[in-house]
């Protein structure tokens, strides 16, 4: 981490700190969004980091945007944060303008046809407030890369099971101006990279945050006279989870390398060992809490809701796992081994 980095982090905690408090995550669960935060993160130009200037962003490092997402989920921040700078990425690789609209994706099964109509539906993480939604469409073979405004659309509200907006979206328009550009035939796979990178280290930051909170609980709460961080057990479950905090910080920074280039195995692996981690990581941060950490309005459940579902999405384990697998035995079996030690 360098010097800016390093200021963006700090100034970035002291905001979350402020503005992402507990109650604040249990409003957007209930329905209202988290306009404070959001607005004090644009102002402070956190929204656009990464992003080219000459798209509307703030410019310096692809990396900054990654780091600005990883913190951002260590609080558990119910913004789309995450869906904007991709949605910008995807925008400013046709030599688009991001603005200061609020941006998301959409996957799913969209068409342009010849008269230039867009048609069909998909998911959009907190579509219902959002701007302007982005998306890949197929127009007989070619792909175009729709960036339409929300009020073209008919949005489905639904939740995750972390409380937060997975809206339907359904298009039937023939759009106006520049929202339908021709892209790369690969960008709904792009999209699909860029997000499930996204999502493996917003997963990365949350179990960070579940181990410190795990901590920091078991140093708080006595049991037959002292606290439960003194007995042996509780140690070692502790040592196993810091063990897969390492594993999957490791394995963000492999995604991080991976994300300029796109490299679609390094970033399946490092979205399939992160939700490895996650998978044995809040297991134990839960069993450290007790039942104090079911609890919905508890800031591990907020942290633990949001790794199972990032878990699933973009990509299962076992889907990138298959992926990974046909990628080192495209060679012939005489390859793999030189495959896999090949990989950095």
Request: charged share 25%.
């Amino acid at each position: 981490m360098n010097e800016q980095q390093q200021l963006i982090k700090d100034t970035l905690d002291r905001m979350l700190t402020d503005l992402c408090t507990p109650e604040v995550v249990d409003k957007t669960e209930a329905g209202t969004f988290a306009k404070d935060l959001w607005n004090a993160l644009a102002e402070t130009g956190l929204t656009v980091a990464g992003l080219p200037e000459g798209s509307g962003g703030a410019g310096g490092e692809l990396e900054d945007s990654l780091l600005v997402i990883r913190e951002s989920a260590r609080y558990a921040a119910p913004i789309p944060l995450a869906e904007h700078f991709v949605a910008g990425m995807m925008i400013a690789m046709q030599d688009g303008k991001v603005g200061h609209e609020i941006l998301t994706v959409a996957t799913g099964d969209f068409q342009v046809d010849a008269s230039g109509k867009v048609t069909g539906s998909g998911e959009a993480p907190f579509g219902r407030w959002a701007d302007r939604i982005v998306f890949v469409a197929d127009a007989s073979g070619t792909a175009k890369l729709c960036v339409m405004p929300t009020s073209d659309l008919s949005i489905e509200e639904a939740m995750s099971i972390a409380g937060e907006p997975r809206d339907i979206i359904t298009v039937d328009v023939t759009p106006d101006g520049n929202a339908v550009m021709t892209t790369d035939d690969d960008s709904g796979d792009k999209l699909k990279l860029m997000m499930a990178a996204v999502r493996a280290l917003q997963m990365s930051g949350a179990l960070e945050s579940a181990l410190e909170l795990s901590v920091q609980y078991a140093m708080e709460r006595n049991q037959f006279g002292k606290p439960i961080s003194k007995f042996q057990a509780i140690q070692q479950q502790l040592a196993n989870l810091a063990g897969e905090v390492a594993a999957s910080t490791m394995a963000g920074h492999a995604v991080t390398a991976a994300f300029r280039d796109l490299d679609a195995v390094d970033i399946a692996i490092g979205k399939t060992r992160i939700g490895e981690a996650v998978s044995l990581g809040t297991d134990i941060a839960h069993q450290v809490h007790g039942a104090m950490g079911y609890t919905l309005e508890h800031t591990l459940n907020h942290r633990t809701r949001r790794l199972w579902n990032w878990r699933d999405e973009y990509g299962t384990e076992r889907e990138w796992q298959v992926m990974i697998g046909q990628a080192f035995l495209k060679g012939g079996a005489d390859t793999v081994w030189q495959a896999i030690t090949e990989r950095r």
